[in-house]
């Protein structure tokens, strides 16, 4: 139990365009979802933790409208970004978290490769 | 705040051999102290986690870490090497025993077994 996937796991997208990754929690309800940054090489990054019907909490540094967030279900959240430029290519995980799942730990699921050219 | 420093980020070991992997922590408050596994193109895996009950912690895969307060230490090892423990790991802290707040990672340690 407790699978959390992603989609899409690689994604290539021209600068300028917008992209979807989507992060479901497959066998249980995520009240909260994480979102984090992985660059080559080095530590995962919290970039905005969002709860099921409530905007998310950013962190710093973070921004808000490059990096939209919604988590409209509990079973599933969306990162969206925006204008998308070569900077922005990295490793986009996400976890789960949920009342169902044991002790509350967080879930990861298998991350999303994003290649911004 | 909370930190965590991962010494080392590349660990060759032959296999057979004892697995340290190296993680001291920094926080204000008790920290609540956790190791992951990340395999390539993966997400990431809970191998153990400490929250207070006991200083020795037995995880999956045969994987223990200690939780030593005098030493701000909660290193991970592994009694004999196995070619499958080949992987990056991820030390963490959080406020929280369930790892449900923020959690934050040291810089990871990847391993490599020798055959």
């Not at chain 1, 909260?32 to 933790?49: C, I």
């Not at chain 1, 922005?88 to 994003?114: K, V």
């Not at chain 2, 990056?88 to 990847?110: H, I, M």
Request: aromatic content about 10%.
């Amino acid at each position: 139990g407790a699978v959390v996937s992603q989609h899409p796991s690689r994604v290539i997208c021209k600068s300028g365009t917008s992209v979807k990754i989507e992060c479901r929690s497959l066998d249980f309800q995520a009240t909260t979802m994480f979102w984090y940054r992985q660059f080559p090489k080095k530590s995962l990054m919290l970039m905005a933790t969002s709860n099921e019907g409530s905007k998310a909490t950013y962190e710093q540094g973070v921004e808000k409208d490059k990096f939209l967030i919604n988590h409209a279900s509990l079973t599933l959240s969306t990162l969206t970004v925006t204008s998308a430029h070569p900077e922005d290519s990295s490793f986009y995980i996400c976890s789960a978290r949920g009342s169902s799942s044991g002790d509350n730990e967080q879930f990861f699921g298998p991350g999303t490769r994003l290649t911004v050219l | 705040a909370q930190s965590v420093t991962q010494l080392g980020s590349h660990v060759s070991v032959s296999e057979g051999a004892l697995v340290l992997l190296r993680c001291n922590y920094s926080s204000s408050v008790p920290p609540y102290l956790f190791w992951y596994v990340q395999y390539p193109n993966q997400g990431l895996q809970l191998l153990l986690k400490y929250t207070s009950a006991a200083t020795l912690v037995k995880g999956i895969n045969g994987f223990e870490a200690e939780f030593k307060k005098s030493e701000t230490s909660f290193h991970l090892t592994k009694p004999s090497a196995h070619m499958s423990d080949a992987a990056e790991y991820f030390c963490a802290v959080s406020l929280s025993p369930f790892g449900n707040e923020k959690l934050t990672f040291g810089t990871g340690t990847r391993l490599t077994i020798i055959p």
